[in-house]
């Protein structure tokens, strides 16, 4: 069983591996192009935004001398709020740059099954004339797997639609502490009940268990991948009825207690 399980658990690595590796390529396979090379760097869940990191690849006789400089100025327009237009001297060095899009459609509360998307658009001129754009997208954000869809480009732009998914792992997690939690809490539920059945009074390590088992589940919350703010649908699928079922648990035994002891 440990053997079918750890082979499980390695398929399961490998498969949201491969898929975080992913790479997409759209847009024109012109020889004399610029390749806009963009990594997806961060999901903010929070601020509803993703991180961009984005270095144009110039080919063909847009590059100079082989050595990949532009060899004319270079102006690569984007549709982000914060970054706007990106600008490239001729024959300096190109460096990488850091672009935040703001997501258009996806909601931290639906955590875990959250997705955000965003359309992002580039516009790239060399020396103010439209050049052919291509543009390869991967996500590195181990909680997300990127993709790209619906993209559409002629020369000089280029639109497409920006897609960040749960990967694997942190949703399998996710997942296992819901039912964690449940599990847990009935576990305090069904000792309440046969404390109470067998008229046992105060039980002291068993009121002990049950409200540590109250704080462990806020640490249970808290161990959620992404660290979700509180009101997700974690919580109200598990975390809250959990907290609220362990809580009427203890009071119920220490209650009874209570009652049997007095009467005793």
């Known amino acids: 069983m440990i053997a079918v399980l750890a082979t499980a658990g390695v398929i399961g690595y490998r498969t949201d591996a ?23 760097q961060r999901v903010d869940v929070t601020a509803r935004e993703l991180d961009l990191r984005i270095i144009p690849v110039l080919h063909g006789n847009l590059a100079a001398g082989g050595a990949g400089l532009p060899a004319r100025d270079l102006v690569v327009d984007t549709s982000s709020l914060t970054a706007g237009a990106l600008h490239f001297k001729a024959h300096d060095r190109v460096s990488l740059q850091d672009v935040r899009f703001g997501v258009d459609d996806g909601l931290v509360s639906d955590y875990p099954l959250d997705a955000y998307s965003s359309a992002i658009s580039f516009y790239v ?23 790209l869809d619906d993209a559409v480009f002629k020369p000089g732009a280029l639109t497409a639609q920006a897609v960040a998914t749960r990967s694997i792992g942190s949703s399998a997690l996710a997942w296992f502490l819901m039912v964690a939690m449940w599990a847990l809490a009935l576990a305090v539920f069904g000792a309440a009940l046969t404390i109470v059945s067998k008229h046992m009074g105060l039980v002291w390590p068993a009121m002990g268990w049950m409200a540590a088992t109250l704080f462990a ?27 609220l079922l362990t809580t009427a648990s203890l009071v119920y035994v220490t209650v009874h207690g209570i009652r049997r002891s007095r009467k005793g």
Do not use: C, H, K, M
Not at 23 to 37: A, H, K, M, Q, W
Not at 221 to 236: E, F, H, K, Q, T
């Open 217 to 243: 589940l806020v640490g249970f919350r808290n161990a959620a991948p992404g660290s979700p703010p509180i009101g997700v649908l974690i919580d109200y699928g598990a975390f809250f009825w959990a907290e």
């Open 125 to 147: 001129t060399a020396a103010d004339q439209d050049v052919p754009i291509s543009l390869t997208f991967r996500g590195y954000d181990s909680l997300f797997t990127g993709r």
């Open 18 to 40: 491969r898929r975080g590796l992913n790479e997409y390529t759209v847009g024109s396979d012109d020889p004399n192009r610029v390749e806009l090379d963009i990594t997806l």
